[in-house]
């Protein structure tokens, strides 16, 4: 059985605080706190919105549940995705539950050369898209699937800007011409350049 390690993405303010003054510090924290949680609280509501505009597609789950290999990465902000990069997933496995109504997602990142192991669970929320906590907000969306192809479109949010994600995956190790053709569609269809598209597959050495 896989385990899973996480990042741990906020620093953990501390617990305790000097006695004198600690009215004014505590005040001006508290304040902080709310400031940063509307922040945030908005940024996932601009992202849900955004992805709330691409109109479902109708996914069977039996071709979402396997085993999976990334092949190819695109963004528009490529640096999330280039090898070391924190959004360069390497798929494993993609599990559809109750019907997609839960989707886990096994997969490995590169961090600092090292292959880490991460394991996710998301529920469905309105508009079929996912929610995940990963290297900021992700919003998920299986755009594509069919017997051997599978493409997931991502909005990722990292506390400054939005990101916009496509990676492509199969049962196997490569893409036809014509899968290929097919992901270059999708990526223009969101606005990525398809000059930004990343070969997941040539630098995956991570275990199987």
Known sequence: ??????????????????????????????????????????????????????TPVEIDPSKVRGDWRTIYLAADNKEKIVEGGPLRCLYRQIECINGCEYLSLTFYVKLDGTCQLFHEVAKRQEGDVYIIEFAGTNVLRLIHASDHMLVTYIENYDGEKITRITKGVAKGDSYTQEEFQKYQELNSERGIPNENIENGIETDNCPA
């Open 1 to 54: 059985m896989y385990s899973a390690k996480r990042h741990i993405l906020q620093k953990v303010e501390p617990t305790h605080n000097l006695f004198n003054n600690w009215g004014a510090l505590s005040l001006s924290r508290r304040s902080n706190t709310r400031v940063r949680m509307k922040i945030v609280w908005l940024s996932l509501v601009l992202v849900l919105v955004c992805a709330a505009q691409e």
